[in-house]
């Protein structure tokens, strides 16, 4: 039976570690590092995002400023707002909630963000940083991917690493981090053909694609590390991932839970990336 990686116990060991060093930073240098998050919009599952951020905030003692703008907000409002912030001496991070009401132009909104600011890593300068190899923040799901292999102590040198997924956010960069750490990395998507055999070679396999616990016990290696981005609905309202956990848990040698898994370390790393522009200067 596989070992659990429990992220949510990972991550709250992380946000501890995070709130003692904002305890010394506050104490050495006067700084409070300050998160400002923008939301436009009324998006439900957005909001609770949104509120989720903020209490993480005032968990490890950050400054948090929340921006509440209607739906009907134009674009050059928005860009003055992250204008402002961007001269912000107290705000170190910026985040727009996305997805962004259809009228405004997503691409332009992140492009107006300084990228020194950028926590959520979306902005071209710093996608261009991790693909060099030489980052100040990484996207916070993948990141937090990283940190629960190397707080498990799962070597990833040498292994083969399968990653299902080829979005921005998630399965490309995860695809250059995991070769970073010297994987021997294959992307997979919806076009693949045979994607079971391409899972079954993998050590670590990482599932990315939304679709509810698609990957049976068929896709997996004996042996083998499964982590389980996906957050997906079943048909009577609860969560799930894109593997079918009971199945594939004791075939894997470890795998994470969802919910309970990779969720709960993407707040984390947004605090850490938070913390990282807030000491940048130093
Ligand atoms: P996207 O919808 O942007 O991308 C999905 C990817 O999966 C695409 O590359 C797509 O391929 C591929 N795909 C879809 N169906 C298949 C299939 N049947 N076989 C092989 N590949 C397939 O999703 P995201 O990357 O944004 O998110 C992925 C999942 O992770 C979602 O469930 C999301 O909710 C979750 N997520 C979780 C986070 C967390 O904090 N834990 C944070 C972000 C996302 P193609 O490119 O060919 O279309």
Same mark, same amino acid.
């Given at each position: 039976?596989?070992?659990?990686?429990?992220?949510?116990?990972?991550?709250?060991?992380?946000?501890?570690?995070? #709130?003692?060093?904002?305890?010394?930073?506050?104490?050495k240098?006067?700084i409070?590092?300050?998160?400002a998050?923008?939301?436009?919009?009324?998006?439900?599952?957005?909001?609770?995002?949104?509120?989720?951020?903020?209490?993480?905030?005032?968990?490890?003692?950050? #400054?948090?400023?929340?921006?509440?703008?209607?739906?009907?907000?134009?674009?050059?409002?928005?860009l003055?707002?992250?204008?402002?912030?961007?001269? $912000?001496?107290?705000?170190?991070?910026?985040?727009?909630?996305?997805?962004?009401?259809?009228?405004?132009?997503e691409?332009?909104?992140?492009?107006?963000?300084?990228?020194?600011? $950028?926590?959520?890593?979306?902005?071209?300068?710093?996608?261009?940083?991790? &693909?060099?190899?030489?980052?100040?923040f990484?996207?916070?799901?993948? #990141?937090?991917?990283m940190?629960?292999?190397?707080?498990?102590?799962?070597?990833?040198s040498?292994?083969?690493?399968?990653?299902?997924?080829?979005?921005?956010?998630?399965?490309?960069?995860?695809?250059?981090?995991?070769?970073?750490?010297?994987?021997?990395?294959t992307?997979?998507?919806?076009?693949?053909?045979?994607?079971?055999?391409?899972?079954?070679?993998?050590?670590?396999?990482?599932a990315?694609?939304?679709?509810?616990?698609?990957?049976?016990?068929?896709?997996?290696?004996?042996?083998?590390?499964?982590?389980?981005?996906?957050?997906?609905?079943?048909? $009577?309202?609860?969560?799930?991932?894109?593997?079918?956990? $009971?199945?594939?848990?004791?075939?894997?040698?470890?795998?994470?839970?969802?919910?309970?898994?990779?969720?709960?370390?993407?707040?984390? &790393?947004?605090?850490?990336?938070?913390?990282?522009?807030?000491?940048?200067?130093?």
């Amino acid at each position: 039976m596989a070992q659990i990686i429990d992220g949510k116990v990972i991550s709250a060991t992380i946000r501890r570690e995070i #709130a003692e060093k904002t305890a010394e930073l506050k104490e050495k240098e006067g700084i409070v590092p300050g998160l400002a998050v923008v939301i436009v919009g009324e998006d439900p599952a957005s909001k609770v995002y949104v509120r989720n951020k903020h209490r993480a905030c005032e968990e490890v003692g950050f #400054a948090s400023f929340a921006y509440e703008l209607p739906e009907t907000t134009k674009e050059k409002e928005l860009l003055s707002l992250i204008r402002k912030l961007n001269k $912000d001496k107290n705000v170190h991070g910026i985040l727009v909630q996305l997805p962004l009401p259809r009228h405004l132009d997503e691409e332009k909104i992140l492009l107006a963000i300084d990228p020194a600011k $950028d926590v959520d890593a979306f902005h071209p300068y710093n996608v261009g940083k991790i &693909m060099i190899g030489n980052y100040d923040f990484l996207p916070c799901t993948p #990141a937090g991917v990283m940190e629960l292999l190397r707080r498990s102590n799962i070597e990833i040198s040498g292994k083969e690493c399968v990653v299902v997924g080829r979005s921005n956010i998630v399965g490309k960069p995860q695809a250059m981090l995991l070769l970073q750490a010297n994987g021997t990395v294959t992307v997979c998507h919806s076009r693949t053909k045979d994607l079971r055999a391409v899972c079954r070679r993998a050590d670590i396999l990482i599932a990315a694609i939304g679709k509810a616990e698609f990957f049976d016990a068929s896709y997996v290696k004996e042996g083998a590390v499964v982590i389980d981005v996906g957050i997906n609905r079943r048909a $009577d309202g609860t969560l799930c991932g894109d593997v079918k956990f $009971d199945e594939v848990a004791p075939i894997a040698s470890h795998i994470t839970p969802v919910p309970g898994g990779v969720g709960p370390m993407t707040i984390a &790393m947004l605090m850490q990336n938070t913390l990282t522009a807030a000491t940048a200067k130093l």
